[in-house]
């Protein structure tokens, strides 16, 4: 009678085999998966890929059941069809994945109300720590005390919320970038395209814009159109402008969202980029590059980011609480020149 040996089981892979697919030693990988020591960027875009090459995940669970923690990280953003926010979860994501942790992920829907009662739901499983994307500069859930949530990381907007580290980007300075680029082009009526002007974020890349120009030529006009959180939305509102006689001759899109609309209304009036108007959006996305004309954007740092803003958390979750001083981080974004900007037109004839 032939004896069939059992089937083994498939092995997990280990910290070993990380560094060995990496190529670096299993102290790095420790140190890369729990932010210690002085790995370089190259060295942890190596251990990070090998990690998700293997689909490593490290055992949590003893360490867990010794501690009672939960190994739970939420995370509030404000959307997911928003191209920005859903990327910036699938970054927090891989992080938390490699560091043995789960995401909640909660939407606010740009609502503090909704936002605060989501965030005391998830306070009840037990949170480790919370990363927010707030609905507001004003506060976290319209108002929570940071004392009573678990260790927490504001980014993109409420930089100045205190009591929590925050992480976002340098938008006066982007703002400063992308002006003094279109006046270079001979640009004098210049556009903005914002949601609103209920966040700093917006604000900020407005007075670097404002700025910029108040340097370099006072006489240049800039008009700032608000067109809402939806592509329906920034399209009906630049639209508006567009049709104006003496009507913009550039157009900065300060989201994803309104360089969307942007584009729909461009399109929809059947002017040209950039011979009638030049673009340069935000939150540089594949999509920019899909059809001609490419769009020129400020690009944000997003692995960056997430990176600075995991690494925050983990050491107020390791128990910096009391003794680290609550960090500000803001990281510069990149201007990306592509086929969408360009010179100044001679004549701008009002759209059809």
């Known amino acids: 009678m032939r004896h069939t040996p059992p089937k083994s089981k498939i092995r997990a892979p280990t910290i070993k085999d990380v560094a060995a697919k990496a190529g670096v030693s299993t102290a790095t990988v420790s140190h890369v998966l729990n932010d210690k020591g ?90 480790e720590g919370l990363i927010v994307y707030p609905a507001s500069d004003d506060g976290i859930g319209g108002g929570l005390d940071p004392h009573v949530l678990p260790p927490t990381v ?22 400063q970038m992308v002006a003094r680029e279109l006046l270079a082009l001979g640009h004098r009526r210049i556009g903005v395209l914002l949601p609103n002007v209920d966040v700093a974020a917006s604000r900020d890349r407005v007075a670097g814009i404002e700025r910029a120009i108040a340097e370099t030529d006072p006489s240049v006009e800039c008009r700032v159109v608000l067109g809402g959180h939806t592509i329906d939305g920034a399209r009906s509102a630049i639209e508006q402008e567009l049709r104006r006689q003496n009507r913009i001759t550039a157009l900065v899109a300060a989201t994803n969202v309104t360089t969307l609309g942007a584009i729909k209304a461009i399109q929809g009036l059947q002017l040209r980029m950039p011979e009638d108007v030049s673009l340069i959006g935000f939150d540089d996305f594949e999509w920019m590059t899909a059809l001609r004309p490419y769009v020129s954007a400020v690009a944000q740092p997003f692995e960056h980011f997430a990176s600075k803003g995991w690494a925050l958390l983990m050491a107020r979750m390791a128990g910096g609480g009391d003794t680290l001083p609550f960090q500000r981080v803001l990281l510069p974004g990149e201007l990306r020149l592509r086929e969408s900007s360009g010179r100044a037109p001679v004549q701008t004839p009002a759209a059809a």
């Open 38 to 127: 002085r790995a370089g960027a190259k060295t942890r875009d190596k251990v990070m890929a090998a990690v998700r090459a293997l689909n490593f995940r490290p055992n949590g669970n003893a360490a867990a059941l010794r501690n009672r923690k939960s190994k739970l990280v939420g995370l509030v953003v404000p959307s997911l069809s928003n191209a920005f926010f859903a990327r910036m979860a699938s970054e927090f994501e891989q992080l938390a994945f490699a560091h043995g942790y789960d995401i909640a992920v909660i939407i606010s829907d740009e609502d503090s109300a909704i936002e605060r009662g989501r965030i005391l739901t998830l306070l009840s499983r037990q949170l």
């Open 154 to 175: 504001v980014m993109d907007r409420g930089l100045q919320i205190k009591g929590v580290d925050s992480v976002g980007l340098k938008n006066e300075e982007a703002g």
